[in-house]
């Protein structure tokens, strides 16, 4: 195989690689320890409100009336919310 067969070959695989996804290098930008850590400190705020809110009568009453089910009391929607 000549030289310029070669680099014919190799330029193909790279163009079949960058063209799955997360492995070009040019668009894959890996997360930051802070992004991850807000992300899980979210998660896990969200997850409690959403625990919490499952005993709570006025969840309950705000389920009912909206016929929503996820639907949440102000107090749980804040929380969930982060404010």
Partial sequence: MSRRQQKK???QGVRALRATPSWDPARHRP???TERLR????????????ESASACEACG???EETGDP?????????TALGL
Avoid: F, N, Q
């Fill in 61 to 63: 009453k705000r389920r």
């Fill in 9 to 11: 070959v190799i330029a």
């Fill in 39 to 50: 992300d899980e400190i979210e998660r896990s705020r969200i997850g409690d409100a959403l």
């Fill in 70 to 78: 996820g639907a949440l009391c102000p107090d749980h929607l804040r």
């Fill in 31 to 33: 997360e930051s320890t």
